[in-house]
């Protein structure tokens, strides 16, 4: 019997416990964000829509083979031998000339694997989340922008070792 009204006691404690939160939000004022003239702050580091700086990219094919959805489509030619078309920001010679690179933000589950491996940091995700469209062909964004042409590549840069050669030969 004992146990009975205890197990009541429990039950009417715990409801009452969790109706405080309940009681509390009914008596303060309502917030109402009015979207779009009030725009929200997006947080460093929200995964919107991807973007690709393409001049940068050099065609390793990292994202598209990490994408969970296979939604990044790629297609390249290869330089002449002996030639490049650029070089990136991480000073990688860009050997590859993407002739197609498609992301269908459809597929797109915004896990940002693709922008962790590349290794030049050109795929980033940005902050825009408002790209909503009634045709799903525009959610297909095209990023290929080859280069006109291959160039030679350059001599060798000189080592660090022949770097100080040099200038300990210049301060003699
Ligand atoms: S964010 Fe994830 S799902 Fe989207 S393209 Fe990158 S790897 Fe694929
Ligand atoms: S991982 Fe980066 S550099 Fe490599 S293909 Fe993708 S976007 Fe280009």
Redesign the pocket.
């Known amino acids: 019997m004992r146990q009975y009204f205890r197990n009541i006691f429990t039950a009417v404690w715990t409801i009452l416990i969790g109706m405080r939160i309940t009681m509390r939000e009914l008596f303060t004022p309502a917030v109402t964000r009015e979207y779009p003239e009030h725009r929200p702050e997006i947080p460093d580091g929200f995964r919107g829509r991807l973007h690709?700086k393409i001049e940068?990219?050099?065609?390793?094919?990292?994202?598209?083979n990490i994408c969970p959805v296979d939604c990044?489509y790629?297609e390249h030619e290869e330089a002449p031998r002996g030639q490049f078309y650029a070089f990136a920001s991480n000073g990688a010679p860009i050997r590859r000339n993407a002739t197609r690179f498609d992301i269908d933000m459809a597929l797109c589950c915004y896990c940002g694997l693709?922008t962790e491996?590349?290794?030049?940091e050109?795929?980033i995700m940005t902050k825009d989340f408002e790209y909503s469209t009634y045709d799903r062909q525009e959610l297909i964004y095209h990023f290929a922008k080859p280069w006109p042409e291959a160039k030679p590549m350059p001599k060798a840069r000189p080592t660090r070792r022949q770097d100080q050669t040099e200038e300990a030969a210049a301060e003699a």
């Open positions: 690709n940068d990219c050099v065609v390793c094919y990292a994202c598209a990044i790629i693709c491996v590349c290794p030049t050109c795929l």
